[in-house]
């Protein structure tokens, strides 16, 4: 089995920003109204206030397409930061965005952060000897300088046989990069098929059916209100 991680750097973005000296639930859902996403900077020289245009930042999010990246935040009196999306709140039901966090790095300093799991390649297991592909970790804690942070990890599973697994010890070594945690942790395995299963649906199509007589429908619950 071979296991491949991305060399591919990490894209660098960018990104407009106000700075605000208003904070509170009602002051939130007036930048809200007004097309602005309230967002909280956290950073060695103290955390900062901001807001960010809604379009500009749904724009950012689409040009990350889920992968990690560099964002340069700019503000209106030109001073540049960068930073990593620490956090993004978006309602419950309608899934409006609410507040963004961001994680200001240092060029010269590692930080910790989450890369997302590509899973690469046919494995000869699902298409020769009739096993599943199970993905144990969909993203895996990742330490770094910011300019060697992939944009993904990819591994590849073009020689993954039945019964057998990718660990994170098996993924080769990167320069500047390091996975954090287990080295025994499964990223990926190819398992035998579940037994069992033409049984018990044979067992289902033959059981009688029984009707219960018809409950009263439950009281739906109203919307939930959104956090500030």
């Not at 993004?88 to 910790?112: G, M, Y």
Request: charged share 25%; aromatic share 4%; proline share 6%.
């Amino acid at each position: 089995m071979s296991a491949k991680r991305s060399n591919f750097e990490m894209k660098k973005l960018t990104l407009a920003v106000v700075n605000r000296d208003k904070s509170g639930s009602c002051w939130a859902r007036r930048f809200r109204r007004d097309g602005r996403i309230p967002a909280v900077l956290y950073g060695k020289s103290g955390n900062r206030l901001l807001t960010v245009s809604e379009v500009q930042f749904l724009q950012l999010k689409k040009e990350m397409g889920g992968r990690t990246a560099l964002i340069e935040v700019t503000d209106e009196k030109n001073h540049r930061m960068l930073t990593l999306i620490q956090g993004i709140q978006a309602h419950t039901l309608s899934r409006k965005l609410l507040n963004v966090d961001f994680h200001e790095v240092d060029p010269n300093e590692p930080v910790n952060f989450t890369s997302v799991v590509h899973i690469k390649g046919d494995a000869p297991g699902v298409r020769s000897e009739g096993g599943m592909l199970e993905v144990h970790a969909h993203e895996l804690h990742v330490k770094a300088l910011p300019e060697c942070i992939p944009e993904f990890l990819e591994v590849d599973v073009s020689a993954l046989v039945l019964g057998g697994r990718i660990c994170v010890r098996d993924l080769p070594a990167m320069k500047g990069v390091s996975i954090v945690g287990d080295p025994d942790q499964v990223v990926v395995s190819c398992q035998a098929p579940r037994a069992g299963g033409g049984d018990t649906e044979a067992k289902a199509e033959a059981a009688p059916v029984v009707v219960a007589p018809t409950a009263a429908p439950a009281k739906a619950a109203g919307p939930a209100k959104p956090k500030s």
